[in-house]
């Protein structure tokens, strides 16, 4: 162990006789350590509480709480704080008990100042090795983490996943994700279970602190015992020994704060906890970052495509709101047949853009008030692969493509481009094919007049297993409140 490890090692000496409490303590001081004396348990538990410690050496027969009454408190504490005790001879007995309840190494009075000092060092370097372990099995789980995090796309689900490893990898109590919104105010987005829920956080230390650690754009750790927090930031809650608070910011940016806390009775964050969490905040805000970025460009895609919609609506005036009357079934229908949140929002958007390919398809055809010639319908045929054309380029609708491009196939085979059947046609474009002829039914058009629902609920039901997967109809008709017959 280097010089510099031990002048930054914290030890608190506990004996009621004071003049060997002071004999040690000068002594380990004199090698380097920080040094807490304390003459009774009570005292010794106070300064562990409030104080960053690594290692404790306390006498077994004291006044009041014994050495054995401390270590077990000790023990319940912070498993990890290394406890030497020493004894006179008549009680090994005692510390072989200490040794089962933990203790590191015990000492027997009269004892060597020597062999104070080594077994201090000795349990340094253990527990040293000990942190090193876990700083080393921290980080592969954080490596782990940052990778699952960097390839989450939804930013809802990034944070809840974001948050729920910051709490497990700092030990937290609870925690809360804040974020900076459009007025530069802070709006608490996620935050644990009760009884740490919004208003817990809305408190002004976690408001005040959290904006400062946005400002100066580091972390901040704050402790119930000590008066040490920056201008303006009030005292913690009653119930918190601990809190921390990381900046979530891009080097041009800062988003927002990520909050942690412990309760009272409970051990201080240590300097390995705050190490990995800083490096999880960095990393996650990254993560943030490009998932804006990502829905950003999504949604203008989207806005793009939607306008290709409208476009060819606007060319056949009897198709007004068809596509996203089609959408809205279709997510209704999706969710009755427990198509996962994935799935749904894939046939939501293959909902809304099945028909874009009739962009190329001539107007007058579109309009046309009486039956389609043969040529005119091979022409009306070509929309889906149109619109699949339309859509390739554009990698966030790659699993729409199969959608759109099948949702004229019959379940018979009979359909068009590809004449696909049964479990061949994607699923989701044989509901497609449901709603969208349900929804063309029921609508106006240039050569007949919208039909009732009932007609076209009948309609669907003769062309079950033709035209239509029987499931689907079925499935359709019962969400739609009819008996199927
Ligand atoms: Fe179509």
């Not at 054995?68 to 009680?91: H, Q």
């Not at 493509?401 to 696909?420: A, C, K, S, T, W």
Request: net charge negative; glycine share 4%; with cysteine.
């Amino acid at each position: 162990m280097t010089d510099s490890t031990i002048q930054n090692r914290h030890i608190v000496v506990v004996d009621d006789e004071q003049s060997i409490c002071e004999i040690i303590a000068s002594y380990l001081s004199s090698l380097g350590y920080t040094i807490y004396k304390a003459f009774n348990a009570d005292n010794a538990i106070e300064i562990i509480k409030n104080r960053k410690i690594d290692l404790v050496l306390t006498d077994i027969k004291m006044p009041g709480k014994s050495g054995i009454d401390l270590l077990r408190w000790i023990k319940e504490f912070n498993p990890f704080l290394p406890v030497i005790i020493s004894t006179g001879f008549p009680t090994l007995d005692t510390a072989i008990k200490g040794l089962k309840l933990g203790a590191y190494d015990y000492l027997t009075k009269p004892f060597h100042l020597e062999e104070v000092g080594q077994k201090v060092l000795r349990a340094m370097q253990t527990c040293q090795l000990e942190e090193d372990n876990l700083l080393f099995s921290r980080l592969v789980s954080l490596h782990e983490v940052t990778k699952v995090l960097s390839s989450t796309h939804d930013i809802v689900e990034l944070n809840n996943r974001f948050l729920d490893y910051s709490v497990k990898l700092s030990r937290s109590n609870a925690g809360a994700l804040m974020y900076l919104n459009e007025a530069h105010r802070l709006i608490t987005s996620v935050t644990s279970p009760p009884p740490f829920h919004d208003s817990f956080w809305d408190h002004p230390t976690f408001q005040s602190a959290a904006m400062w650690a946005i400002e100066n754009r580091e972390s901040l750790a704050l402790n119930a015992s000590r008066n040490d927090a920056p201008e303006g930031i009030p005292q913690l809650p009653e119930n918190v020994q601990s809190y921390i608070v990381f900046p979530l910011k891009t080097p041009k940016k800062s988003l927002g704060a990520l909050n942690l806390i412990r309760v009272q009775d409970s051990i201080s964050f240590s300097n390995v906890e705050l190490e990995i969490t800083n490096v999880l905040a960095s990393q996650a805000s990254i993560s943030i970052e490009n998932a804006r970025l990502y829905q950003n460009i999504r949604d203008n895609y989207l806005k793009t495509i939607r306008g290709f919609a409208l476009a060819v609506e606007a060319k056949d005036k009897y198709t007004l709101g068809h596509s996203e009357n089609v959408m809205k079934y279709t997510v209704v229908l999706a969710r009755h047949l427990n198509l996962s949140d994935g799935e749904i929002e894939q046939i939501k958007y293959a909902g809304l853009l099945h028909d874009v390919g009739k962009i190329g398809v001539d107007e007058a055809i579109l309009n046309k008030p009486g039956k389609l010639s043969i040529k005119e319908f091979e022409q009306i045929k070509q929309h889906p692969d149109l619109g699949c054309r339309i859509l390739s380029d554009v990698p966030f609708f790659d699993s729409l493509i199969p959608l759109i491009r099948h949702h004229h196939e019959y379940f018979n085979g009979q359909g068009y481009p590809d004449g696909l059947a049964k479990e061949e046609i994607p699923f989701g474009a044989r509901i497609l094919s449901v709603t969208d002829a349900f929804e063309a039914m029921t609508s106006n058009r240039p050569y007949r007049k919208a039909m009732p629902n009932e007609v076209a609920y009948e309609i669907l039901s003769k062309e079950k297993d033709n035209q239509f997967d029987p499931t689907v109809v079925e499935a359709f008709l019962d969400v739609m409140k009819v008996s199927s017959t």
